[in-house]
């Protein structure tokens, strides 16, 4: 195997000057922007994200106004109070049309029991209606009660909400308590990873198989057959790209460090409390074992396909495990612990995303890691024994569309 | 150096070589020659392992193929395929350090290379920028750059102009002088016949003749006449004397009919054709593989 260095270097220098590396590459760091900084920096203001138009609102009574500007706080909207008049009421409408404001609330006489109207252009803010009609529901509940003359101090007491607070408990019997916001940005932040891993593994399947299989229809393999081996050509490829893989991501995981830890702080906001060392290791340590199983397994099907068609069908099977767990995503979020959740992580064309998602949200025990690890790396190993043998066979295969039973075959072949 | 015996590959249902044996030695051409689909490619593969042949051997200096051999054997496929993406210089060198050859030797191996083929101020351009012509004396040099002391050359000299295929033929024949061993096949029998010491005629993946081209041509003795003329020949194909003709606007090759006699033939075509040049001489390649193929084929019908 003396010629496999010289292979590596090779596929890996064609590989970084390629134009998707290097656009992939310098589009990464803005992910990574958006899963570090941004989150913060929009709870900062929260205008960005909602645009700030005012609200209308229309009747309601007094300290209507005053409730549902505090209500919309969190989307930095101001109130406006309009007339209960239809001319009033039309106008405001016409401004809501326009996009002068963002909804008009309208509560006739009699709202306290028959409720009101939120007149919006989209119909699909639903954060802004949750608050809003929070607000309308408690007031209406407080107007009646003071029409039913019961003593408001009882009234509030036997109205009065309670909060649910979210506790994450790490290992150790560590207790941290986080806001919603703090969930919700580990929850981004652990999605954004799923996504990466997700993205550059099939990315970089694909290209493999690609790589393999215009070298089978252009011939080049002929010539690279008559100077090394069927094995040499593929391990070169797959440890090549690999190698550029790795390189991007050492990019990345230092860039995420360098924001989190250095520029987060300096501009006074925090980051995403996922984005630590431990976890970028295990952001990386999935990355490289999803890599080489499915680029095993597209070099295998690169070799068998006749053309690129060819091989987009061969490829589907092998594709579908990678979107299985994409789909499912938000059980195993919300589930980290279920059979399913359990199963999938353990199983391992899934396991490189399933158990990263787990290893973020809620450390699963570390029998069911090593588990993970342990089968992942025999699959690979495995996957790279039968990639080689059909590659073996298949790369010299011409005009002929290969089937997975012949591809079976071909495992037996000598 | 290279033996070749009895080898057989069946693809399907089509026997593409069907038991082919022979023998190229150092210092020796030796020319695999048929038409389009009788089996030479198929067999330069089986020598070069790139398949497996069905059944029979090919030994090289007695010893069979293994992996180490290839640093010794240079091969250009018929079929032209270099990453179109990389650019001369880097891809010769990848050639050869992929040979056993160490990156700074490779790259002098290679500038010398382009040098004589007057590529050198192409060398930093990629393969796409290239011209047909360009790319395949690219090819060849990339089937040369490791020294081999065998190279197998699949139809090289198809798609280049004569300036390019006379660069390629003194390449060749330099091969041959220091001793090394080649093997060329093509369908184009002016190139054997001025290149090869010895050939081997195939057709349908069997062997129609081998041998020394001088011994091939002295068993069919000199009964072959090359006419250059003014007019119509079309009359002389229909000759009772002439057995075939391979004829062209103003040069004709007529082979004469056992037992024939050459004044028969000239007699008939001085009236008729303003004759300026008529030779007796031995068959040429084309000539012997045309009359070799009729005869396979009559066979074949019987």
């Known amino acids: ?311 987009g069908q061969l490829a589907w099977p092998v594709l579908a495990f990678l979107i299985v767990p994409l789909v499912m995503i938000s059980s195993f979020v919300s589930n980290p612990g279920s059979s399913l959740s359990v199963v999938l992580s353990i199983f391992p064309m ?65 | 150096m290279l033996n070749v015996d009895g080898v057989v590959k069946t693809y399907e249902t089509v026997r593409a070589v069907d038991g082919l044996s022979f023998e190229a030695r150092p210092g020796e051409i030796f020319g695999l020659i048929g038409p389009n689909g009788a089996g030479k490619s198929t067999t330069i593969r089986m020598i070069m392992n790139v398949i497996v ?42 050639l050869g350090v992929l040979k056993g050859l160490d990156s700074k030797d490779a790259k002098a191996r290679a500038e010398a290379w382009l040098e004589r083929f007057g590529l050198a101020e192409w060398k930093a351009e990629k393969i796409e920028a290239l011209s047909k012509g360009m790319a395949q004396k690219v090819q060849f040099i990339g089937s040369v750059v490791h020294d081999p002391d065998l190279v197998l050359f699949d139809e090289p000299f198809s798609g280049l102009d004569p300036v390019s295929q006379d660069i390629l033929l003194d390449a060749v024949l330099e091969l041959k002088r220091r001793g090394k061993t080649v093997l060329i096949s093509t369908h184009v029998m002016e190139h054997d016949e001025r290149l090869c010491d010895r050939i081997l005629l195939v057709r349908g993946g069997k062997e129609l003749v081998s041998g020394s081209l001088p011994d091939l041509k002295a068993r069919y003795g000199e009964n072959s006449a090359q006419i250059e003329f003014d007019g119509d020949a079309s009359f002389v194909s229909t000759l009772p004397c002439v057995e075939s003709v391979r004829a062209m606007p103003r040069w004709i090759e007529a082979t004469l009919g056992e037992g024939r006699d050459s004044g028969e033939l000239l007699a008939a075509v001085a009236g008729r054709l303003r004759v300026r040049r008529f030779q007796m001489m031995e068959p040429s390649l084309h000539a012997i593989f045309v009359k070799l193929v009729e005869a396979a084929g009559e066979a074949e019908d019987d």
């Open chain 1, 1 to 311: 195997m003396t010629k496999l260095p010289a292979i590596i270097r090779h596929e890996f220098k064609l590989m970084t000057a390629n134009k998707t590396f290097v656009i992939l590459t310098a589009l990464g760091p803005f992910l990574i922007l958006a899963i570090t900084v941004l989150p913060g920096l929009l709870s900062m203001n929260p205008k960005a994200l909602s645009g700030g138009e005012p609200i209308a609102v229309s009747g309601g009574g007094p300290g209507m106004t005053a409730a549902i500007e505090a209500a919309s706080a969190f989307q930095g909207r101001a109130v406006e109070a309009v007339g209960t008049d239809a001319g009033s009421i039309a106008d405001a409408k016409r401004l809501v049309q326009s996009g002068r404001y963002a909804a008009l609330v309208s509560l006739a006489d009699g709202w306290e029991d028959s409720g009101g109207s939120l007149y919006t252009k989209t119909g699909t803010d639903a954060m802004l209606y949750a608050a809003v009609e929070r607000v309308v529901d408690e007031s209406a509940r407080q107007a009646r009660i003071r029409r039913s003359g019961v003593d408001p101090a009882v009234a509030r007491e036997l109205t009065r909400r309670v909060d649910l607070s979210i506790v994450k408990l790490g290992t150790g019997n560590t207790e941290k308590a986080g806001g919603e916001s703090d969930f919700v940005q580990t929850l981004f932040t652990a999605m954004s990873f799923v996504m990466l891993v997700y993205m550059t593994t099939l990315l970089y399947g694909q290209m493999i198989g690609r790589s393999v299989v215009t070298e089978k229809t252009s011939k080049t393999v002929e010539i690279m057959l008559s100077s090394v081996s069927p094995r040499e050509l593929m391990f070169g490829k797959i440890l090549g790209l690999g190698l550029a893989g790795l390189l991007q991501y050492g990019i990345w995981v230092s860039l995420a460090l360098a924001l989190s830890k250095l520029v987060a702080p300096l501009i006074g906001i925090a980051a995403p409390p996922v984005i630590e060392p431990a976890n970028l290791a295990w952001l990386v340590t999935f990355f490289v074992l999803a890599y080489f199983l499915y680029a095993s397994l597209y070099a295998a099907l690169g070799a068998a396909a006749e053309d690129e068609q060819h091989l």
């Open chain 1, 350 to 414: 899934t396991s490189p995303i399933v158990m990263l998602i787990r290893v973020l949200i809620a450390p699963p025990p570390a029998w069911q890691i090593a588990l993970c690890l342990g089968i992942l790396i025999a699959s690979v190993y495995a996957a790279a024994t039968a990639a080689a043998r059909i590659f073996r066979v298949g790369i010299l295969m011409g005009g002929k569309r290969a089937t997975f039973g012949e591809m079976l075959k071909w495992l037996r072949v000598r």
């Open chain 2, 53 to 94: 042949p069905d059944a029979g051997t090919i030994r090289f200096d007695g010893k069979a193929f293994s992996e180490s051999m290839k640093a010794r054997i240079g091969y250009l496929p018929e079929e032209r395929g270099l990453n179109k993406k990389v650019k001369v210089l880097e891809t010769l060198v990848y």
